[in-house]
């Protein structure tokens, strides 16, 4: 009897719980239903709403200005990629003068009808983790260059400009110069050790005296014959990737070059109709129960 009861009590705090619950989903179907039902009611001037809509949106492309958007990934391999942010965005100033097309061909030292299809220069970091498998200097740090352009057919003149002009820049030129005379200072120093080591192998080679497997006298100093030729080894492996450094002092590298799109592709005409279908559709919603017939 008071298990009946305990039951009961548990099925009538249940039923207390869910009744708010089952009355909200209740008044939520009625509005569906009344709602369905005035839209059936106006479909004319529902499917009109979303019609106008559309027609707004698939007209886009023939107001708008069309471009030739293309993006190049390049990897700055000494200096921070902020160095090669400030030079670009002097480059995006002037692209939005509108006597962008003399100033850019002075800026980038191209024919000035191919600085004139430049409408935009934007530059962005990017995630070195994303890029660095292609890259090999530990310091490297990738940016990114997206051009607008009203015309492709300078794209490979272009991205040589951009190139150079991250390079040839006087801070470039300035660090680049302390990095090659550094490089210098380190590989002299290495050759002065080399031929102190090439000393002691020689005089290894004749004074030897045994003191055990390990290790011979030379002088009356132990020395280990196998750590003398693995520092001769070091030394020269040290010296011969200081003559690489020494031989390629460039600083910016393409990783990702510009492609020359066969069409416009920007803005995204599709992307903006499918906004507008959608808006149209929320618009549709929301005004055919307020405009329509009740």
């Not at 592709?265 to 618009?283: M, T």
């Amino acid at each position: 009897m008071d298990r009946d009861k305990i039951g009961s009590s548990e099925e009538i705090d249940l039923l207390y719980f869910f009744n708010p619950v089952i009355e909200l989903f209740r008044k939520a179907g009625s509005l569906l239903l009344s709602l369905g039902k005035k839209l059936l009611r106006n479909a004319g001037l529902f499917f009109a709403i979303v019609a106008v809509a559309s027609i707004a949106g698939f007209s886009l492309r023939f107001f708008i200005p069309k471009y030739y958007k293309t993006t190049a990934v390049f990897v700055s391999r000494y200096l921070p990629a902020h160095i090669a942010l400030l030079n670009l965005d002097e480059l995006t100033s002037y692209a939005a003068d509108n006597n962008s097309g003399r100033r850019l061909a002075l800026r980038l030292k191209v024919p000035e009808n191919i600085a004139a299809a430049i409408h935009s220069v934007h530059a962005d970091a990017v995630d070195n983790n994303e890029y660095k498998y292609k890259f090999d200097t530990a310091g490297g740090a990738a940016f990114k260059v997206t051009l607008r352009l009203t015309a492709v057919t300078g794209v490979p003149q272009i991205q040589e400009a951009l190139q150079a002009l991250l390079e040839n820049n006087d801070y470039a030129i300035t660090r680049k110069r302390v990095r090659r005379r550094t490089l210098e200072i380190m590989k002299d120093n290495l050759l002065d050790m080399s031929k102190s080591l090439d000393s002691l192998k020689a005089v290894y080679q004749e004074r030897v005296l045994p003191l055990s497997r390990s290790q011979v006298l030379i002088m009356n100093q132990p020395v280990v014959p196998l750590e003398l030729y693995n520092m001769v080894q070091e030394n020269s492996k040290k010296i011969s990737l200081l003559e690489q450094d020494l031989g390629d002092l460039e600083n910016i590298e393409i990783i990702k070059p510009f492609s020359s799109p066969p069409a416009f592709n920007d803005p995204d005409f599709k992307k903006l109709f499918l906004y507008f279908l959608v808006g149209g559709l929320l618009a549709a919603v929301v005004l055919t129960p307020i405009l329509g017939r009740r």
